[in-house]
């Protein structure tokens, strides 16, 4: 993330589930949600209809080779797996919690560069946007540091088939104006020659440049918070042929708590606009902001590029924030996020960040519980929330969220993603019949039906075949649920989003309308949750009536969207 951290101790709210309704298969589905809609703005590029991520690249150890050659940044939230990396320096941590010492990576490594687009690579992230804070440039170790960074991300992004471009933030800086021009001639396109690698992006035909910092009311005048001098830099910039991204405040269309209101000509004059969320304001409704940000850009032929992020802690650098501040929730969290961007039509994503543990943004592979992180420590381990996930887990979150808004997978509230590749979820793969905690009556394929589109109601149970299901991991707490008489999967009819759409049968085909999210309640009970729409399934209106057909409804936690789950 940024250097300052915006309106620290204010609470992002849970993003809402949304009711627009969503199809598939089965009926067309909206051409915002279609892979080969028609889209407004840009074509595909570099960043349009990508996936990017914030590359820090700031982590230094004493014997780097680098000109800074000490620890920085050593207030962590996260504690970096490091079991890849084949150059580690010892910290001055307690060992960890396995008893082995505590060692860090260094960003200045290339073997550590190269890792990270490797993992890149092998989660489907297109580009990354290094940081390049302005404020350190007149400092000679520091913009070493710096220009070094730029070498090796190049190296590692021609490497592995990666896409880069510099990401200046000029928080604090009352000469960007100036300074932003000077590095950009002499260092970027001069003495670096960035431009020249085929890895660069470019976006039309342009490399792509993007600042963060423009037009908050803590900017400083002159600085960022100057307008005229603001609206001067990016037309420099499209001078030089560079199509440009602002990285703005969150309510920069409607300016409140972060921006000023002076700056909505600079705001229009981007090419694309990447609105920071993290850790900025409780956001009551979260889809109509963004909605109401996409809209404005379509109008106003600006490209759109949304930040997701996972949670947020910064406790340890500031001892009066509170740990895990902003919960991860296992990846329900950031995954939330994307679906209301994936609803709205958003074409592009920028996920903050790839390796910010300083303020617990991190998606790369960090300390997965207390075992991997040092001993006697506040770290915010990925087992956080109660439930365990492998350390590779957000990058795997972050592919799958990319793939979603590329049309690559259809629409899902609730992620795919295995929190532990081949964990147990809270049932093991068995044959099972599923009781309503409030009628006591069972899941039951009506009329023993065996075709597909047979309703699925309760009924007295029996032990009859049509009551029993198997239930069957794929991948821990997701499932299919398949009956035994019909060998067809539980099923929402139509893919439906809504409330009150119906359960069905229908043949087994892999999609997300037919994986299940189970999870315990208190007393022994479970909730079976749709992935594709986020709904759980229950008997509607507390029905006790044999006959009444299970449909889908927003989670209420009322006993009859409870279910008893044992042996048949």
């Known amino acids: 993330m940024k250097k300052t951290c915006l309106a620290l101790g204010l609470l992002i709210a849970m993003l809402s589930a949304c009711t627009k309704k969503e199809t598939n298969t089965e009926t067309m589905p909206p051409a915002a949600l279609t892979a080969d809609a028609a889209l407004k703005g840009s074509p595909v590029g570099d960043v349009v209809g990508k996936v990017t991520v914030g590359y820090q690249g700031w982590f230094t150890a004493p014997g780097d080779g680098s000109a800074v050659d000490r620890w920085t940044h050593q207030n962590l939230e996260m504690w970096p797996d490091t079991r890849e990396y084949s150059v580690t320096y010892q910290t001055p941590f307690p060992a960890l919690g396995n008893g082995q010492p505590a060692k860090m990576f260094s960003s200045y490594d290339q073997s550590t560069v ?12 297109d580009c990354a946007a290094l940081q390049r804070f302005t404020g350190e440039l007149s400092d000679p170790p520091f913009k070493s540091q710096r220009d070094g960074m730029a070498r090796k991300v190049r190296a590692a992004a021609e490497a592995t088939g990666r896409k880069f471009y510099i990401m200046y933030d000029i928080s604090g800086d009352a000469e960007m104006q100036s300074r932003l021009k000077t590095d950009w001639v002499n260092t970027i396109t001069g003495s670096l020659d960035l431009l020249s690698s085929p890895a660069y992006a470019r976006q039309n035909g342009k490399p792509v440049v993007c600042i963060f910092g423009m037009g908050y009311k803590g900017a400083k005048e002159p600085g960022g918070g ?22 703005v405040p969150m309510d920069w269309r409607t300016p409140d708590v972060f921006s000023r209101t002076n700056f909505t000509k600079v705001y229009e004059s981007f090419n694309m606009l990447a609105p920071w969320a993290v850790a900025a304001q409780v956001v009551a409704s979260y889809q109509p902001w963004i909605q109401g940000d996409y809209d404005y850009c379509e109008s106003h032929g600006i490209d759109y590029q949304p930040i997701a992020y996972p949670g947020f802690s910064f406790h340890n650098t500031n001892a009066g924030s509170p740990l895990n501040e902003i919960p991860r929730s296992h990846g329900d969290f950031m995954w939330a996020q994307v679906a209301v961007m994936k609803k709205v039509g ?8 790839f390796d910010e543990v300083n303020e617990g943004t991190a998606i790369f592979k960090v300390a997965e519980n207390a075992s991997q ?22 990058l795997r979150l972050v592919h799958d969220a990319g793939r979603m808004i590329k049309g690559e997978i259809p629409y899902q509230a609730t992620h795919p993603t295995q929190h532990i590749i081949g964990g147990k979820g809270p049932l093991a793969d068995g044959t099972y019949r599923i009781i309503n905690r409030n009628s006591n009556l069972a899941l039951d394929a009506k009329g023993q039906g065996t075709v597909n589109q047979t309703p699925v109601q309760q009924w007295s149970y029996s032990g009859g075949a049509n009551q029993q299901w198997v239930i069957t991991s794929l991948g821990g707490d997701h499932y299919k649920i398949i009956g035994v008489q019909s060998g067809k999967s539980l099923d929402i009819a139509g893919q439906s989003l809504d409330d009150g ?28 949750q749709g992935v594709q729409s986020g709904k759980v399934i229950e008997v509607p209106a507390l029905s006790t009536v044999a006959g009444t057909l299970i449909e889908q409804y927003s989670l209420n936690n009322g006993a009859n969207q409870q279910w008893i789950i044992s042996a048949p």
Not at 226 to 247: E, H, L, M, P, T
Not at 346 to 353: P, R
Request: glycine share 8%; aromatic share 16%; net charge negative.
């Open 501 to 528: 759409a119906k359960l069905q049968l229908y043949d087994y085909n892999n999609g997300a309308n037919q994986q299940w999210v189970i999870t315990p309640t208190a007393g022994g009970y479970y909730t079976i």
């Open 373 to 394: 992180s040092p001993a006697g420590t506040t770290f915010v381990n990925l087992d956080q929330d109660g439930v365990a996930v492998s350390s590779d887990f957000y």
């Open 114 to 125: 190269d890792v990270h687009f490797r993992w890149m690579q092998e989660n489907g992230i």
């Open 346 to 353: 958003v074409k592009s994503l920028y996920i903050a960040m």
């Open 226 to 247: 100057d307008s005229a001098a603001c609206i001067d830099v990016v037309n420099w910039f499209k001078s030089q042929g560079c199509y440009v991204i602002g990285s």
